[in-house]
């Protein structure tokens, strides 16, 4: 250990600069290409990162015995010189304990993020635009991807999983704009719709929704009384049903697809119960989904409950059959997310024979 310590070129790794130009150079790079550069500059940065993380650790471990240099800069004795004598006779010294690999590759993550944000120009959209997250942005773009589009002026919405709200901000936009916008009313207005959240997080109020808070989803039987509920206080047809049935959520994600995988498919197959409960014949559906085979099998049990067609001017049955359900993945989502949307129209009862 002792020659180790001893040996030449050390000390300009001690050097305090050095760790300051690494990481600016590194902020600058994820700053400039992470959120354009595609999955390869994106994992190459977190190996840097990695690797960056790892060399500070690695010299604030040998500080103990060797200290951080301040100043001066680095000159031709210092790449040469043995770090012991070149430390203690020549520099000035700061004796610091190590720093904990942890929290530095926390503060790293953390970085990446705010740095991801700042440079998404969904966020400063939402900004803008009064938006509670970028993810309206996906919903504005599937309503826009669809023929005929997803909502229509007086139509009766629920979200599910709707905190923190953008979603139920869009619907409402589109289905009640009178309710979000009071200035506009009219006596030539048209009939306003309804739109009704459900999460089990608490989330603001917002002009023209109806919440249910600290609501289960999973618990289908009891998501329908609500839904019904709803209808009949806020309706002019206390019996009407649902035409638009939204999900945008998504469980704490663990990192381990055996247990993240089941968790989304008993979210996603407790909104398509919730969705037969109580939507009207002709009804969408959205519903966010992970990559993966499980999606295809609900795919198929949700197409046959929706059989279109995808384009209402189709006259053709069997086109109509097989488009009625479609996965979308729309631009605002990001490129390394692995979230899907099945939209599926056409809400019909399958009939049932006997004998």
Known sequence: MNSARSLPGRPFLHW?????????LLLFLSLCLSPSGGWFVSHVLSFAWLILVAFVSHVMRDARHRGLWIWPPPNRHTW??????????HLQIWQTSPLPLLPVYLLSIFMRWLMRQRCDPYVRRARIESYRCRSAFKLLQLHELI???????????????????????VAVSHVCPLKSQPSMVSSMSPKPGLVIAL???????????????????????????????????????????VNVMLSDMAPNA???RKLDIPSMMILAHSVLQLAIRVSAPG?????????????????????????GP??????????????????????????????????????????????
Do not use: M
């Open 16 to 24: 305090i600069g050095l760790h300051v130009i690494f990481l600016s």
């Open 80 to 89: 040469t010189t043995h770090a012991s004598s070149q430390l203690n006779a």
């Open 147 to 169: 023929p005929q589009g997803l909502f229509h002026s007086g139509d009766i919405v629920v979200d599910c999983g709707a905190a923190p709200g953008s979603w139920s901000q």
């Open 199 to 241: 999460d089990l997080l608490d989330f603001a109020p917002i002009p023209g929704v109806i919440r249910h808070q600290r609501t289960d989803l999973r618990d289908s039987s009891n998501c329908a009384r609500l839904v019904e509920q709803s209808i009949a206080e806020h309706s002019d047809n206390p019996t009407a049903k």
């Open 254 to 256: 663990s990192g381990l």
């Open 283 to 307: 009804a969408c559906l959205v519903v966010k989904l992970w990559e993966c085979q499980e999606a295809e099998s609900f795919k198929k049990l949700v197409s046959r409950f929706y059989v």
């Open 310 to 355: 995808w384009d209402l001017k189709s006259t053709n049955e069997k086109e109509g059959s097989s488009s009625s359900v479609q996965f979308v993945k729309p631009n605002a989502s990001r490129k390394d997310s692995s979230e899907i949307y099945l939209v599926a129209r056409g809400f019909c009862l399958p009939i049932l024979t006997v004998g």
